[in-house]
């Protein structure tokens, strides 16, 4: 039986489509060990409200005071009352949301006991509370648990060799930068993840947006949420 693995960045509440990537693999790897940028994903992302679309941004330490770039893991928050501040945001947009009530206990104690000094842990203790809700049982592990010896791909190539993977599954924006040859050395098969053809759902405040968070569709949706998702139901191979 094959493997599948992924391994992107990670993200502050992403948004359906990192979800669904975690769903179709088997392991799942949190690759922190690359440079913090500013004004990415890994700090913010988006919420819908009445007046349109809103950043929710974690203030974080910017590479640019350092010498040395900084690592994302390596980055700090510097604002211990972010999390007040986002739960304030998301529960004045979202206590009309059909399911906000159900949620509201979950997500208001993730947000207020959430007392992290690094931003990737932030991050992780958010994407593995998200899969409980989601029933996604896949296999989280970070970067620094492995040999990240080797160029931009060598390292992917290192991290599915120590994970015994048969197949690796990337978004399409890595087609910029991944040697799909060393891949094919390793005799690991490249796939390209589609996140094209989403349904839509029932989402407060139209127009329809699909790159918000992934809590906009748990409050909208609750336990139907997994119906507007591409690759639940299927189990990995």
């Known amino acids: 039986m094959g493997k599948k693995v992924a391994i992107l960045q ?7 489509g990192y979800f669904d990537l975690i769903k179709l693999v088997d392991e799942f790897v949190i ?8 004004n990415d994903w890994r700090n913010r992302n988006k919420i819908k409200t009445p007046k349109g679309l809103k950043w929710l941004t974690i203030p974080a330490e910017t590479s640019g005071r350092l010498t040395n770039a900084r690592l994302v893991r390596e980055t700090r928050i510097v604002d211990k009352n972010w999390n007040k501040k986002h739960w304030n945001t998301i529960r004045f947009n979202y206590s009309k949301a059909k399911y906000f009530s159900e949620y509201r206990n979950f997500f208001e104690d993730l947000y207020l006991n959430c007392g992290y000094e690094y931003l990737t842990e ?3 203790s958010f994407l593995i509370a998200i899969n409980s809700i989601l029933s996604i049982k896949t296999n989280i592990t970070r970067s ?11 390292r992917l190539v290192n991290i599915c060799k120590s994970l015994g993977a048969t197949e690796y599954i990337t978004g399409p924006a890595a087609g910029k930068y991944i040697n799909e040859e060393l891949f094919g050395q390793e005799n690991i098969k490249l ?3 589609d996140y094209s053809g989403y349904p839509e759902y029932n989402q407060l405040y139209p127009p ?5 968070s992934i809590i906009d569709l748990i409050f909208n949706e609750g336990l139907n949420s997994a119906k507007y998702m591409k690759n639940f139901g299927k189990e990995s191979e």
């Open 144 to 154: 620094e648990e492995y040999d990240l010896s080797g160029g931009q791909t060598g």
């Open 10 to 16: 990670s993200n502050y509440i992403p948004w359906k």
């Open 122 to 124: 932030i991050n992780h």
């Open 208 to 212: 329809f947006e699909h790159s918000v």
């Open 31 to 38: 690759y922190d060990d690359v440079q913090y940028t500013k």
């Open 191 to 193: 796939s390209w993840m």
